[in-house]
Each structure stands twice: as C-alpha cells, then as structure tokens.
C-alpha cells in the first residue's frame, strides 16, 4: 500500500493527537486507543480474552454497591494526549451523563481492568499502568491467562508516589475488600 491510498488521519499532526480528536476522525476503528499521542489500533480479541472481561463485568456488577457504575471497553481521558481504553472500568455514578458519553475523566474512575493480549504485553503490564497512576486512578487490576485460566494481579495507589503497588495475586479465586468487596470463582470462566 502506497502512502498515498492511506486516509488522511493515519498521519499524526505535528504536536501528535489529542483525546479529542478521537471523536472527530472519520472511519476511525472501533476501540483505538491513544497513547502519547499515537493511535494505537488493537488486534482481534481471543477467546480467553473476551471470556475473562465478561467473567470480571460480571462479578464486579453483581457486587458493586450504589454510586458507581461499571462500563466495559470504554475509553478514559488521562491526558491531553492519554486516552486508553481499558476493558472494564469501575466510575462514580456522577460520572454517567445521559448515555451520551464516549469516554471518562480519569477523576471519576475507580477501577481500571486490562486483560492482557499477546499483542499489548508492554502496554498492559508497563505503560498503561504508569499513566492509570500519574492520573490517580485508585486501582488497577491486570488479568492474564495461565494454561487457559485467569490470574488477577490486584494494585493500589500510593497516592504520594503516583504509582501502584501490588496488593496480591488471585489464581482461582478473586476475594477482596477494596474498592469494594467482591468474591468471584475465577474458575467459572471454563463455563463461559
């Protein structure tokens, strides 16, 4: 493919993309992120994948108490040039205006969830953590897969330091207090 046949929008601005800006291209695809001012374009879900974030959707929305909401695959503006989208988000029932929205203020999100794919191992596991904590994002969970089933990597804010620390692992069972109690059998993704 010659540049020329590419759409005008895969070619950044000089200053990179902004948040906003992923609401006004054209025939962007669906779920491309904005990272540092680069889009970024995700690969196709496997099957782990998509069973693992409707495993989590799930029990967070069984046990969420009233005041918040949980969304899936909805993005949030951490920056001027920051707009990931994580797969599950937990955010303030204030944050809701009407079903309008196409994304969250990092102020208003609780809970940022990231099941991680073969193709966004650093993004997952190093970038995107890094920017969910210098936006003061409170928690951060990162799943990943372990012979077919989900290992949950829970974090706080260590609001001080603007950075994460890991409060536990979860293999076959998700129990905890923060930032809400939750019990879930991690194994019932084998009955998705």
Same mark, same amino acid.
């Not at 260590?158 to 930032?179: E, F, W």
């Given at each position: 493919?010659?540049?020329?046949?590419?759409?005008d929008? %895969?070619?950044?601005?000089?200053q990179?993309?902004?948040a906003? #800006?992923?609401?006004h291209? $054209?025939? @962007?695809?669906?779920? &491309? =992120?904005l990272?540092?001012?680069?889009?970024?374009f995700?690969?196709p879900?496997?099957?782990?994948?998509?069973?693992?974030?409707?495993?989590?959707?799930?029990?967070?929305?069984?046990?969420?108490?009233?005041?918040?909401? %949980?969304?899936?695959?909805?993005?949030?503006?951490l920056a001027? #040039?920051q707009?990931?989208? $994580?797969? @599950?988000?937990v955010? &303030? =029932?204030?944050?809701?205006?009407?079903?309008?929205e196409?994304?969250?203020?990092?102020k208003?999100v609780?809970?940022?969830?990231?099941?991680v794919?073969?193709?966004?191992?650093?993004?997952?596991?190093?970038?995107?953590?890094?920017?969910?904590?210098?936006?003061?994002i409170?928690?951060?969970?990162?799943v990943?897969?372990?012979?077919?089933?989900?290992?949950?990597?829970?974090?706080?804010?260590?609001?001080?330091?603007?950075?994460y620390?890991?409060m536990?692992v979860?293999?076959?069972?998700?129990?905890?207090?923060?930032?809400?109690?939750?019990?879930?059998?991690?194994?019932?993704?084998?009955?998705?």
């Amino acid at each position: 493919m010659t540049p020329s046949s590419l759409p005008d929008w %895969v070619f950044p601005p000089p200053q990179g993309f902004s948040a906003e #800006d992923l609401d006004h291209i $054209p025939e @962007l695809p669906a779920h &491309t =992120e904005l990272i540092d001012g680069s889009l970024v374009f995700v690969s196709p879900q496997t099957s782990f994948h998509m069973r693992a974030v409707s495993l989590l959707e799930a029990e967070l929305r069984r046990a969420a108490p009233a005041g918040v909401r %949980v969304r899936r695959e909805m993005s949030v503006v951490l920056a001027k #040039d920051q707009r990931p989208e $994580p797969d @599950l988000c937990v955010v &303030t =029932e204030e944050a809701v205006r009407g079903g309008a929205e196409t994304y969250y203020d990092a102020k208003d999100v609780v809970l940022a969830v990231e099941v991680v794919s073969p193709e966004s191992v650093t993004r997952d596991r190093e970038r995107k953590p890094q920017l969910y904590a210098q936006a003061g994002i409170p928690h951060f969970w990162r799943v990943e897969e372990d012979s077919g089933k989900p290992i949950v990597y829970i974090y706080e804010l260590d609001p001080a330091l603007r950075s994460y620390a890991r409060m536990g692992v979860h293999r076959d069972r998700l129990k905890v207090t923060a930032p809400f109690d939750l019990d879930a059998d991690l194994a019932a993704i084998d009955r998705i």
